[in-house]
T-cell receptor, first 117, second 115 residues
């Protein structure tokens, strides 16, 4: 059981470039999300999804796009990278029971370290 | 909005000793969940322990236990018999009944277990 898989693990971009961080889970989780982790700031929610075709913004959505065409995949797109987007990005997923959070546990990927020059 | 405060940026403990990590939170809600997550170096974050606010009994998972003080809005993590594998960042998190998108994380405490 692979759990939550993120690719790439490391990426260096130049300002203005675009890229996609991939996230896939094999646990049939309805809920998927993207966080960024910055020193001294903990984890902040970027975007989330409660099922295929349904996405919504989190705390820090600007500069990022998401889509959810399947239950398994939840890619995060940086449209025009900026140095302020240098961070470690985590994908997390979990179960939903009838649309309500189940156990409360989030399952995380290993993270993607992004540097924007 | 909820806030989660971890006031200890870094801590260290001798192997086999006990250490307590502090966490306080602020909320106006009565029912919620609290979590401690562990992030080992260069590895994914995993759940250590969970507490439901309506349960008065403190949660315990093997060497990990919490001291949940609802009135004081305090949720500390005690690690007994510390092991080298406990070296990690520890994040306290709060989740309101609104769902996973309502999870708020603290800034983390870096714990170093010294042989």
């Amino acid at each position: 059981n692979a759990g939550v898989t993120q690719t790439p693990k490391f990426q260096v971009l130049k300002t203005g470039q675009s890229m996609t961080l991939q996230c896939a889970q094999d646990m049939n989780h309805e809920y998927m999300s993207w966080y960024r982790q910055d020193p001294g700031m903990g984890l902040r929610l970027i975007h989330y999804s409660v099922g295929a075709g349904i996405t919504d913004q989190g705390e820090v959505p600007n500069g990022y796009n998401v889509s959810r065409s399947t239950t398994e995949d939840f890619p995060l797109r940086l449209l025009s990278a900026a140095p302020s987007q240098t961070s470690v990005y985590f994908c997390a997923s979990s179960y939903l029971a009838g649309g309500i959070a189940n156990t409360g546990e989030l399952f995380f990927g290993e993270g993607s370290r992004l540097t924007v020059l | 909005a909820q806030t989660v405060t971890q006031s200890q940026p870094e801590m260290s403990v001798q192997e086999a000793e006990t250490v307590t990590l502090s966490c306080t939170y602020d909320t106006s809600e009565n029912n919620y969940y609290l979590f401690w997550y562990k992030q080992p170096p260069s590895r994914q974050m995993i759940l250590v322990i969970r507490q439901e606010a309506y349960k008065q009994q403190n949660a315990t998972e093997n060497r990990f236990s919490v001291n949940f003080q609802k009135a004081a809005k305090s949720f500390s993590l005690k690690i007994s018999d510390s092991q080298l594998g406990d070296t990690a960042m520890y994040f306290c998190a709060f989740m309101s009944p609104g769902g996973y998108q309502k999870v708020t994380f603290g800034i983390g405490t870096k714990l170093q277990v010294i042989p």
